[in-house]
Each structure stands twice: as C-alpha cells, then as structure tokens.
C-alpha cells in the first residue's frame, strides 16, 4: 500500500476563500460595472452570461451577506476591516507574501485570437516571461511588459491583476457586528491600487520591522482597513480606488507577536 506523495507540501496551492469582494455590481443588461462607490461581497463561483454577442463574467451576491449588500449605510458599504490570516512576509520578497498577496498581469482576451474554449485568460505573464494563448494551444514567450502591445492605448487588454486573501471582521458594537468572518479575496486591475497603495503599505511595513530588529516577524493577525474612495482618472474621470490602512499599533503588534 502507498502512502503520501513526492513533493506534494511543496507544491503551492491558492489560498481557500469563501466570497468575493467587488467595488460595485455588473449590470446584466450591459455587463457595466454600477454602484462603484460601494462594496459588494460576491459568491465566488463565476459564471458567465452573453451580453451582445460576447462572453460576459459575472457573480452572484453572497446569500449569507443579503443585509450587506442591501444597506445603504456609507460606513459599512465603503470601509471594511480585515486581518490578515496567512503568515506571509517579505523576507524573501514578494514570493513569499504569495499566501496573502498575488499580482501579476493578465489580458483577459486579446483582439483577434479566438476565445479559450474554457474562457481562459489569453495572456498571463510577469514583465519577463509569459504564457499566451494563440487560439489552439498555449505557448510560453518572452514578456515585453511596457513594449507590449496589448498594454498600450485608452483600453488596453493586459492590465495587473492584484489579489488580496484577507478575513473580514466587524465592530461588535455595531448593528452589522454579527455578520459572518470567512477568508475572502479582494480583486482590482488598477495600476493605481497595486502601485500607489497596496505594494508601498506591506514595503513600508516590511521596512519598519526589519529596521525595529523583528527579523522574523510575519503579517499573520494583522489588522487593516481597506476604504472605497474614489480618484479623477488621466482622461479625467471619477473612477474607484481604495485606501488601505493599519488598524493597530504596529509597534505593538511587533511586539505581542514575539512575546514582549
């Protein structure tokens, strides 16, 4: 009889996650984003409905969150708090946050190679190297990152694709205290979430630790407050953004974790 498998903990698998949390609702009449200035917590499971002659993803709202997702109270549709479940860190860069934070690129699909037959991203890829599909087969390439084609004009197809797996937590003392606290991921394709707010807050963080001597600290427990805001685009539009943000002491978050 066999037991266990060669390499099998070290193979990588996706954190688990429950729900989905949206910056507003797609309309399944045009397949638009609407109420952008909300937070919608979503199923996870995707499916997918023809709107004029194209493949559109959509989420069902999350049945166990009806309440959340009706109210129309501004403190609870724009402000979430959260605590990061995973012992990521960044010791070893952003490799090893993987648990807690992903990004990378991905064109969903490309003008003029025929859709993946699983709906599949037609192009995912680092800046370096890249896997992309050619309408029969996927292929591996040299990723041309800025030089790309694919993310230049107005609406270009590749676009960062960043990922958070963070725990939801409510204040007790509020009337929504008692909503339920799974793991759930948080999705943007906005350049200006991943570079101007999530990746410098865990850089500035990492910095702080290592400079405060906590050569071995992790991001595990850590409370954040992710905000739903909005910013005035390059072509001048009000589009969403958020802000994310400590919601303890860091010091002493430091020093709880390492027994002091």
Known sequence: MFQGIAECENTYQQPEFLYVITCGTKSEKNGIP??????????KNISYIKIKNREVMMRENAPDFVKFNMSDKKELRTEL??????????REGWASMQDALNFYLKAQQIK??????????????????????DGKEYNDIDCPNFQCPHRKGDSPACKPLLQLYLQLQWDLDKPWGTLPTPIVKYESRSWFNLTKKVLPFFRQLHTRAMG?????????????????????????????A??????????EFLKDQKGE
């Open 34 to 43: 609407t109420q952008t200035d909300k937070f919608f917590i979503k199923e």
């Open 81 to 90: 708090k959260f605590i990061i479940p995973y012992p990521a860190h960044m």
């Open 112 to 133: 003029g190679i025929k859709q993946h037959p699983q709906l599949r991203p037609h192009c995912t890829g680092d800046g370096i190297k890249a896997t992309q599909w």
């Open 212 to 240: 405060l001597g906590y050569n071995d600290y992790t991001f595990e427990n850590l409370p954040i407050k992710i905000t739903l805001t909005k910013r005035r685009s390059t072509r001048g539009s009000s589009v969403p």
């Open 242 to 251: 958020i802000d994310i943000k400590l919601d303890a002491n860091f010091v």
